[in-house]
């Protein structure tokens, strides 16, 4: 097993990562900026280095200042969490060139499934199902609108090197297109340096679903369940849970063999996602996109097959067999997580400040992942997740029990925060039936 770690993230996903490794007697290196110094993730690592000043770019993005750190840390390996530069090939070709070990699949899977055009033509190469749209980028906006109408409206107009649902727009018909094109094509060039763009059939009731694989140290691809995300708003996620409500054990299964054949199809190795959307009507799916790292709302899976996803991914980098036996993988009960963010409950603009309060929820089936603690600040520079709440149980209904009581529980006063709106989508009845869908948010708002 790995004996040293460094984490190259903060917050919350930081803390998780650095409280299993310490579970399994794994020196924990903590990185982080000016603006995270008083952050629990910081104190709680076994040694901690600062790496820059609040901007991103010159810290958590900054690959020379964390490889250097590992470096002067003695680290043996790296995990880069979710986010900033977890994703990024040639960080994962550098840090493993560099004589690191790089927590998170082999950097050509990052790449092959980075493109979300080259992605799309694999998965289909692969014998999984893709919704129509375009096998290459198209060209200029001639050739998308060309695309468009032989594909049919509405479409989504989707930046190839996209991800984290940015770089998206719905045109319903011509003249919305020709907007959509010139603006996600110029948020693409300015966010990713890549404006390629594709255009997709767009289904305006779906549901997103997504598979949990989990690439093996021996070269086999498992796929741990599946989780409902559609609880979304601006294309992110607010709510996931497993399994979903929508998904037979017919329809599982087919979700979960395609799954792992776009694993295969890149010779995956450690933890990934495979997302899909799934039409209700016809129980179609197709294929999103793959996240070739860890997910923020892994701890729904690990509930429910009752595993450490995290232990998985450094007995896979270490080379070791899991902890559980492969062929009898059997999931049990329920979980949802909730994603607690410093944004306004209504419009879900962020919100910063300092935490006045901090009581977290405690109780049977009740786990919070937080970043934050009474008399921290949060401040612009980052994503504004504060915590996640994660619920268990035997049964939907009784995690959504307890699901209420733990968010009339949670006590944050300080920042703006959408612990409100929770309580409003647990007495609202379209999501208590299970039948919603990714617009269930716009319905309620």
Known sequence: MIESLLVANRGEIARRIIRTAKRLGIRAIAVYSEADADLPFVAEADEAVLIGPPNPAQSYRNAEAILAAAKS?????????????????????????????????????????????????????????????????????????????????????????????????????????????????????????????????????????????????????????????????????????????????????????????????????????????????????????????????????????????VEEQLRVASGLAPTFDPDALTPSGHAIELRINAEDPKRFLPGPGVVRTWVEPTGEGVRVDSGYTEGNTVTPFYDSLLAKLIISGATRDEVLERAKAAVAAFQIEGPKNNVPFFAELLTNEEFLSGAYDTGIVSRMR
């Not at 493109?115 to 014998?127: Q, T």
């Not at 996209?162 to 110029?186: F, N, Q």
């Not at 495979?274 to 701890?299: G, I, K």
Request: with cysteine; hydrophobic share 45%; aromatic share 6%.
């Open 73 to 309: 840390t003695g680290a043996q390996a790296i995990h880069p969490g979710y986010g900033f530069l977890s994703e990024n090939a040639e960080f994962a070709r550098t840090v493993e060139s560099s004589g690191l070990i790089w927590v998170g699949p082999e950097a050509d899977a990052i790449t092959a499934m980075g493109d979300k055009i080259n992605a799309r033509n694999l998965m289909a190469a692969a014998g999984v199902p893709v919704a129509p749209g375009t096998t290459d980028p198209a060209a200029d906006l001639d050739a998308a609108v060309t695309a468009a109408a032989e594909i049919g409206y509405p479409v989504m107009v989707k930046a190839a090197a996209g991800g984290g649902g940015m770089g998206m727009g719905v045109a319903v018909d011509e003249a919305a297109l020709r907007t959509e094109y010139d603006k996600v094509r110029a948020f693409a060039e300015r966010m990713f340096g890549d404006g390629s763009v594709l255009i997709e059939r767009y289904f305006p009731r779906v549901r997103h679903v997504e598979v949990q694989i989990l690439g093996l140290a021996d070269g086999r691809v498992v796929a741990l369940g599946e989780r409902e995300c559609s609880v979304q708003r601006r294309n992110q996620k607010l709510v996931e849970e497993s399994p979903s409500p929508a998904v037979s054990p017919e329809l599982r299964s087919r979700l979960l063999a395609a799954a792992v054949r776009a694993g295969e199809a890149v010779s995956y190795r450690n933890a990934g996602t495979v997302e899909c959307l799934l039409d209700p009507e016809t129980n179609e799916f197709f294929f999103l996109e793959m996240n070739t790292r860890l997910q923020v709302e892994h701890p729904v899976t690990e509930y429910v097959y009752g595993i450490d996803l």
